[in-house]
């Protein structure tokens, strides 16, 4: 039942929060696992899976989500508890089912690069609030469906963002938008042009997104590459289809180098409460799942990507 991430899964959840230098150095003491991944990649799969919130572009600190149990539509009557756990809380739901209140619990591996995924089945709406109750969890039964108009749009994201100030750092690199790629730029006496920047600056990367108006953003990495892909389609200029959907099969494919936001890769990945399953040949890209057409479309306006259709079947749906 514990797989890799799930010991940082557990140790962020005894925490309660901190450091991204904390987390750093507990990742560095249990040897990274053997996972292939960078600190800030296992801390971004812990996030996408709603374990913790993490503030990327201004403190870097880190806090554990309170646990939520969600039902999973279609799935016959079955939840994913989502957010802290620990061992304790597995511990918990075992007793359930001994009480009758649980029927039955399953922790699915997600292939080793993520937590896994906790699935609770119910015989009914009553066990599934006594159980909610039980583990502390907030009990909610349209995810992310009920939750969508709480979720921040790109407009309202940069109208929060704004910085009077950059961070200083080395010699920035200005992302290309035809080509998903950032690539050195040149900027003299705090010049900035429109545009995507990377920047490092104090040990991270920091990223900035600069408005036909000059009006700088300081931003997460994803937020500030799709604010610069609305520009440029606004300027006419030709950009990759970074996010598609299939109706037929409610599949969703989304370009990683374009990836999408914590907050609505989160609510694409909580249809069916597996991580998006990552397809490395050709431009890599993430699979959803299970994605309905109110999220998708949703989604899109919220980042103001136009609307793609696409047959998607030649994705091959991973069963885990």
């Not at 299939?246 to 890769?265: E, G, H, I, K, V």
Request: glycine share 8%.
């Amino acid at each position: 039942m514990r797989h890799e991430m799930d010991l940082f899964v557990e140790w962020c959840s005894l925490r309660g929060s901190g450091t991204r230098a904390q987390f750093n150095a507990a990742y560095d003491d249990l040897g990274s696992l053997g996972l292939g991944l960078s600190a800030a990649q296992a801390l971004s799969r812990i996030e996408l899976m709603g374990v913790v919130e993490v503030d990327w572009e201004q403190t870097g600190r880190w806090a554990a989500n309170p646990p939520a149990l969600c039902m999973v539509e279609g799935a016959g009557g079955s939840a994913a508890l989502v957010g802290a756990r620990t061992t304790g809380t597995w511990d918990q739901v075992q007793a359930l089912i001994t009480e009758g209140v649980v029927r039955g619990a399953k922790a699915v591996d997600n292939g080793g690069q993520y937590p896994s995924t906790w699935y609770l089945a119910f015989d009914s709406a009553a066990a599934f609030d006594t159980a909610a109750k039980a583990l502390g969890a907030a009990a909610l039964t349209d995810v992310p469906g009920g939750h969508l108009e709480f979720y921040a749009t790109l407009p309202e994201v940069l109208e929060k963002s704004v910085a009077r100030f950059l961070p200083s750092g080395f010699q920035p690199r200005r992302l290309s938008a035809s080509t998903l790629r950032f690539v050195e730029a040149e900027v003299r006496r705090d010049e900035w042009p429109p545009g995507c920047f990377e920047q490092r600056s104090r040990g991270r990367n920091v990223y900035l997104f600069i408005d036909d108006d000059g009006t700088r953003h300081v931003l997460d990495r994803w937020m500030a590459v799709h604010a610069e892909l609305d520009r440029s389609r606004r300027h006419g200029v030709v950009v990759p289809r970074v996010l598609t959907w299939d109706p037929r099969l409610q599949r969703m494919a989304n370009l990683a180098s374009a990836r999408l936001p914590t907050q609505w890769a989160r609510a694409a990945m909580m249809a069916t409460a597996l991580p998006p399953e990552r397809v490395t040949g050709g431009s890599w890209t993430d699979v959803y799942e299970g994605v309905k057409a109110t999220v998708w479309k949703r989604m899109c306006d919220a980042l103001r990507i136009p609307l793609a259709d696409e047959d998607l079947s030649r994705f091959r749906r991973c069963d885990r």
